[in-house]
């Protein structure tokens, strides 16, 4: 159908990604990092948990990251991880 804006994907996406991630693959439990838009952004989850993306400097890439202040060393995050909370 033209003009449905993919059944809400693009929006989904859009939203995503400006928080610094996105699930490329659908029904995948990973979802690819990237850099946020927003310098700080917190998800309130339905079990009444917090997960916070926190971006550091003006960088268009990423140079590090970390999970509950331990370092990522991977290209992806979990919905495991978000969904337990945390930053």
């Not at 290209?75 to 337990?84: A, F």
């Amino acid at each position: 159908m033209s003009g449905n804006e993919d059944c809400g994907q693009m929006s989904a996406w859009y939203v995503l990604s400006s928080l610094g991630f996105y699930p490329v693959t659908p029904g995948s439990n990973e979802y690819v990092i990237g850099t946020p838009l927003f310098d700080k952004a917190t998800i309130n989850l339905e079990n009444g948990k917090q997960f916070t993306i926190k971006k550091h400097g003006d960088g268009k890439y990423i140079a590090s990251a970390k999970a509950n202040s331990q370092p990522h060393y991977n290209s992806h995050i979990t919905h495991d991880l978000i969904m337990n909370g945390g930053s």
